[in-house]
């Protein structure tokens, strides 16, 4: 790279001149910004350019990881860490008058994803080109990402994310490597006298599918992977001939406009008939453009067809790139003349599919007319291989028509994704030991008596190298100055902490750095939202997506009881604590919308009240994103993992949390059992229901919400307070909802019922956040036990058990 900063400060300035036309003196961070990013870029592409080389002349086994969702965040400062030149740029921008973590702050986070399915995603990427594994992304170039959200009123408001306004410097256009997607039309069935039977596809419409490449450098090695997003636009020819048919310049924009809806939003609104075909359209765009890639670049390699799965692994995030694999037979029978059996052998052996979630609202079922109509000859595929699966169960189970019915791909006049994906796949695998078993147990278990031998566990995993190394970097220094940096390649020896356990000055350290952090989070807090928080109190974050299970409303019902408590004794003697709340709620879930403007209701009501103020104060931070994550989580001490047991798939903001050292407050959910049986009962605070009560208690109806109401005078008095006159609802009937879904719709996650062994637990805390001594080393023990959730470890199990491809030494 650079052998010394001068030698960066020269090429830096020397950038600056070339690129944006100015001196040192004259750039504005933007273009300081936009020329450190050129030259990072070009770093990178020499690599980039050999990785490449290097896969196609040793023929590696590739893994292509299919996802609607990269939740990327900023790559800037994460692109340095990795190529090792982080500190030497520090220094030389600094010698420049030049701050680095504001150059940083410049980019715009790509916010192409929800939340932790596309932030995985986004982790796997940086995991596998740093374990030198040939593992690349495929997804969707969306103009605008993850909407930004204001608060207005106290009330959520969605405005477009333009993120590409101000380009982004990281991608490559390669018009050369487009493919051509095709929808709706009909298909034939054409018997020639000489060959089989095929089939023609005609009077379609044709879309091209641009990519947009962004390079994935490893962390200190020279592999250079690929993102590659796609881009839907018209094919010109095409649409000049449309425009000359129609003579209409009117309704030739509109045909463009249609066509590049495609990529235009990430999730668009699905609860219309017409949102829903857009997403499906979007999901056959990624597995088509990205399919014909992966076949394009096998025929690069003149090897028979039968290699196929010793060359590529297609990887299936969720179900929703799940028509990978009646593409993938598409492809091979009718383009390449393979036969069906052959085709499917090929298919079965290269696909492998993970599930996310086992509520039933997101598992994907789309309906047949809609798939005949807009895929007719997907469709078809798809019924021949729900045909051929019903036939095979038929010979197993003869006679039972209950199980056949209940396992089929196609029923109730709607096709099953996950049901496809199980079946057209040779690995299915949940995303922490507790999610897979209910999947092997309960949601799945009619598939898994049948294909046993697909299902297996992979416990989700973060990058420690951007949670850790790049968010919390005074954290880095000290774990590194106690036990050398070998954790840095090798996470799981963060263990070796656990010899510091005794080590007051270092626990004291520890202590330090967390209230700098503080202090950091402290200051922006203040510039940015005008509220002063004591760095003194507790930080206990809650911050996810907003959703029924994850429960933020028994957060928020416990900062009223709080209230409601120091507001009836004003003396009380409590732990000063602020809790902090980041969530975006999906514009059309009109509760999830209720509970923000509750939290900010209470946020409002508590920071202006003389008697509750120093005591606990509520921040509700705006537009949460990869970027405010990376800011908070440094400074948090205690960390919100409360879902509903059984509802969580894994969570992984768990582990971002807990290798910062934040003490999770969390139920028996998810991956947060795993982190319990890691640090032991005194390291974390477990509170609640276990999966198998909550699941019971669905199974046989007799919870009683109203019972608890009853019973609890805290839970009465809060709850009426959300409807009769009240500091927080004002007289007001904005949070009747809130009301009735907690007693009238019998609280379907449970809230009422954890409620109280929820207040008990964050006594414990209070209590326990007192002796700070014994906090430190509960917060270095969750730390020491954090490097079993490095992605890299997650990765490496994918790579092993499923994708069988092994490290590529990459040529110096
Ligand atoms: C999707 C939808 C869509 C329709 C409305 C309700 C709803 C609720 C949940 C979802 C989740 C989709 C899949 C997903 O994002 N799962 C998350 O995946 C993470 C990475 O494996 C995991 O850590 C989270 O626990 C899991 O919720």
Known sequence: MFSDKEEFKEAFKAKLETKLGKKAEEATERDAYKALGALVQERISRNWVKTNQDYRTNKNKQVYYFSMEFLMGRLLGNNLLNLKMLSLVEEGLDDLGLNLTSLEEKEHDAGLGNGGLGRLAACFLDSLASLELAGHGYGIRYRYGMFEQHIIDGQQVELPDHWLSQDFIWEVRRPEEAVEVRFGGNVEAVKNESGPLHFEYKNYEQVQAVPYDVPIAGYNNDTVNTLRLWSAEPIVENTLRKAEIENNSASFLDYKRELESISSFLYPDDSTDEGKRLRLKQEYFLVSAGVQSVIRSFERLDLPWTSFPDKAALHINDTHPALVIPELMRILMDEKGLGWEEAWDLTQSSVSYTNHTTLSEALEAWPVDMVRSLLPRIFMIIDEINERFCQDLWRTYPG???????????????????????????????????????????????????????????????????????????????ITEAIGDSWMEQPKRLEDLLNKQEDHPFLDRLHDIKQENKQKLVDWVQETQGIAVDPASIFDVHIKRLHGYKRQLLNALHIMHLYNEIKSDPTLDIVPRTFFFGAKAASSYHFAKKVIQLINRIAHVVNNDRDVKDKIKVVFLPNYSVSIAERVIPASNVSEQISTASKEASGTGNMKFMMNGALTVGTMDGANVEIHDLVGDDNIYTFGMSSEEVLEYYRNGSYSSREIYENDSRVRHTLDQLVHYSPFSKGETDFQEIYDALLTYNDEFFVLKDFASYLFTQQKVSRDYLNQREWNKKSLINIAKSGKFSSDRTIQEYATDIWQIQRTRMLK
Not at 429 to 446: D, F, Q, S
Not at 455 to 461: A, E, H, M, P, S
Request: positive net charge.
């Open 400 to 478: 039972d028509f209950d199980r056949i019915a209940d396992l089929a791909i196609v029923a109730d006049g709607q096709v099953k994704m996950a049901h496809l994906s199980i079946v057209g796949s040779h690995s299915v695998n949940g995303v922490a030991k507790l999610h897979t078993e209910i999947l092997k147990k309960r949601e799945m278990k009619r598939f898994y008596d049948t294909f046993p031998e697909r299902f297996n566990n992979k416990t989700n995993g973060i990058t420690h190298r951007r949670w850790l190394m790049h968010a919390n970097k005074p954290l880095s220094s000290a």
